[in-house]
């Protein structure tokens, strides 16, 4: 097992890279990835980093040629050989060859593209613009680098016995954590902290705590390289990138309504299964679930990404009734800013109602709150979206108003088009 204290204050580049391959990245990322390679391969999209934590100052914090040469590290990254293997030969969600071999022969010849960056009022802006499938594939790297070169800075600051102690305390808080989730009967928990994480060897080492503590409650790990290395399931579905883009792609309001459930037809013609997961709060659940087509009551479950998540678990049950479906037999999966309490909590109202299962992201990799002076691992939130498609703006109006994004005239036309009403605004805890 690898001595992450010794390792961060041995730090070298050349084992420690923050971003090691194209497939540290979640499982999503390269569903969606073969999904637009295949429907909208020529669409332009610019992404942008925005830190929502306006009080962390990344760019007083972070060096900003130490910024450059981890994101032209990135740039220069391609798929190894056993990489391309393991993606083309495993079995994800039962289907062997889940990846295409056009899809496959393109991501084989991959390079990421270009990035552009400037400072401006303590804040870094980097953004990223060109082809969908190509530029889509930086979100989670960028996301990486900003979030772990932002704890190395105040690493650096410590001495060696401080890291050693920060991290025996860190191992111990999250294997508190752990004892308390193994004594929930029937749990279904993965690892989804790959956006916000410590930095990637915390994140492994949470991987293989999970696995050790948890038995068969661990299902996986939505990290393509952890998964790959530790022989876990890579776990991930889909995300509000695709009905925000194909969205601003939308030539009037009618298309636009339409645009969401667009995205799930298309997502319907390649996968089955658990894959058939719908994610209904980028519009607004409440008006997503009361337009939609019969035929997605029959898909397997549905992700809770916002607002409170019980209120959009209720609704989901309710939905499903309503069009004849048994919700014992349907997947809630939750993910927004879990912890162990609420995670008990929830299992224990949907237990036996629906197939609950729980994607803990920040909260497993990144909990280093109360840790080190002044707070300064303490996480933040910090996102990579879509801002841009084909020249027109993109909108997220979400079920937790702060996390709306997109020009204000858009985000009043979308709420007009989608019904959205009056929302209870939720804390961003990550």
Known sequence: MVDIATRVYNHKWKIDPIVRSLIDTDFYKLLMCQSIFRNKPDTIVTFSLINRSKSVRLAELVDEAELREQLDHIRSLSLSRGESTWLRGNTFYGKRQMFRPDFMEWFEGLRLPPYHLE??????????????PE?????????????????????????RFEIQVLYARAMTKLWEKLERLRAIDGLRIADFGTRRRHSFLWQDWAVQAMREGL?????????????????????????????????ALARNDEELAQAPYQVLADWHEEHDGNLRIILPDTFGTEGFLARAPDWLAKWTGIRVDSGDPATGAEAAIRWWQNHGEDPRTKLVIFSDGLDVEQIEKLHRQFQGRVKASFGWGTLLTNDFNGLAPNDG?????????????????????SDNPNKAMGPADEIARYKRVFGVGAQSAVDLVV
């Open 377 to 397: 691992l303490a996480p933040f939130s910090l996102v990579c979206k879509a801002v841009s498609a084909d020249g027109h703006p993109t909108v997220k109006l």
């Open 119 to 132: 400072k401006r009022d303590g804040q870094y802006e980097l953004t990223f613009e060109g082809k969908w």
């Open 215 to 247: 038995g068969d409650k661990f299902i996986g790990t939505s990290n393509c390289l952890i998964a790959m290395r530790r022989e876990v399931e890579a776990i991930g579905t889909n995300a509000h990138e695709l009905p925000m883009v194909y969205s």
């Open 135 to 159: 530029v889509m594939l930086w979100e989670i790297p960028a996301l990486s680098v900003l979030m772990e070169l932002r704890s190395r800075a105040v690493l650096k600051t410590m001495g």
